[in-house]
């Protein structure tokens, strides 16, 4: 028998365009296949001149090489701008599906350990277990962007 999620009762939540999960603090923004051609619509650019311009390769958990949007030296995400995202409506599904990501959603203590820095967890909208479990489903279908090395 699988054990009960603490949000099988939902969560609430509603982004507030706050921007503190987008600003301040060192992260990583992975970016998948559909990600990087949204973008590149957004901002009306070709591939190469997006990722040369605006993302970096960082490794993850397991040592791979990773496509993730690159940070300003403040820590701010390369595509905030004065008043928040400059491609809100663009932005990439890991945004998108903050603050329904595995770590945060791993215990009641990650969610409320993340509420304290994001004021839009546990307000607004409810979140069904059923929705939430759908969030979590979009970022496996999508996966993210490795760099492939060439074997010569």
Same mark, same amino acid.
């Given at each position: 028998?699988?054990?009960?999620?603490?949000?099988?009762?939902?969560?609430?939540? /509603? #982004?507030?365009? #706050?921007? /503190?999960?987008?600003?301040?603090?060192?992260?990583?923004?992975?970016?998948?296949?559909?990600?990087?051609?949204?973008? $590149?619509?957004?901002?009306? $650019?070709?591939?190469?001149?997006?990722?040369?311009?605006? #993302?970096?390769?960082?490794?993850?958990?397991? +040592?791979?090489?990773?496509?993730?949007?690159?940070?300003?030296?403040?820590?701010?995400?390369?595509?905030?701008?004065? /008043?928040?995202? =400059?491609?809100? =409506?663009?932005?990439?599904?890991?945004?998108?599906?903050?603050?329904?990501?595995?770590?945060?959603?791993?215990?009641?203590?990650?969610?409320?350990?993340?509420?304290?820095?994001?004021? +839009?967890?546990?307000?607004?909208?409810?979140?069904?277990?059923?929705?939430?479990?759908?969030?979590?489903?979009?970022?496996?279908?999508?996966?993210?962007?490795?760099?492939?090395?060439?074997? +010569?």
């Amino acid at each position: 028998m699988k054990n009960k999620s603490f949000y099988a009762g939902g969560l609430k939540f /509603s #982004c507030l365009r #706050c921007s /503190s999960c987008c600003r301040n603090d060192a992260g990583f923004v992975y970016l998948s296949e559909d990600d990087l051609k949204k973008l $590149t619509s957004a901002l009306n $650019t070709n591939r190469k001149i997006f990722i040369n311009t605006y #993302c970096r390769w960082v490794s993850d958990m397991r +040592g791979n090489e990773v496509l993730s949007l690159k940070e300003k030296s403040n820590y701010d995400c390369i595509l905030w701008e004065n /008043s928040g995202c =400059s491609v809100y =409506s663009a932005r990439p599904l890991q945004c998108v599906t903050f603050p329904f990501w595995d770590n945060i959603l791993a215990s009641e203590k990650n969610w409320e350990i993340a509420s304290s820095g994001c004021p +839009g967890i546990n307000s607004g909208d409810t979140h069904t277990e059923n929705d939430i479990n759908e969030t979590i489903k979009m970022r496996e279908r999508e996966p993210v962007i490795y760099k492939t090395v060439s074997m +010569g």
